[in-house]
């Protein structure tokens, strides 16, 4: 069974910066697209950021365009989302999340993951 396993959420201040990390195991991480999704109270969940199993391609919601970098460490089967100059409404639950790609192309929609982590908060203090 896939494992996805987030890390690194926190309380941090208005424009302030976290790292979240996903732990993949029990699957080739290479051959897999990643994608980071997130999901306020009331809300649904919402597109981050996505990269290809390559990690040459990737792509981004546009309220964090700019502020948030998506990158992955193939050889340790570990995905990475970098956020900088956080603000209150980038306060969420985030989800990583993963699924099989013969191409190296990025998905934005939550429909084509195939296997999700349990999600880690993240709340931002004005």
């Known amino acids: 069974q896939v494992q996805l396993v987030e890390s690194g959420g926190g309380l941090v201040q208005g424009g302030g910066s976290l790292r979240l990390s996903c732990a993949a195991s029990?699957?080739?991480?290479?051959?897999?697209?990643m994608g980071w999704f997130r999901q306020a109270p009331g809300k649904e969940r919402e597109f981050v950021a996505a990269?290809?199993?390559?990690?040459?391609?990737?792509n981004y919601g546009d309220s964090v365009k700019g502020r948030f970098t998506i990158s992955r460490d193939n050889a340790k089967s570990t995905g990475y989302l970098q956020m900088n100059s956080l603000q209150p409404q980038d306060t969420a639950v985030y989800y990583c999340?993963?699924?099989?790609?013969?191409?190296?192309?990025?998905?934005?929609?939550?429909?084509?993951?195939?296997?999700w982590g349990q999600g880690t908060q993240v709340t931002v203090s004005s």
């Open positions: 999340a993963a699924r099989p790609s013969s191409t190296n192309n990025y998905y934005k929609s939550v429909s084509f993951y195939d296997y």
């Open positions: 990269i290809s199993r390559s990690g040459d391609n990737t």
């Open positions: 029990r699957l080739t991480f290479s051959s897999f697209a």
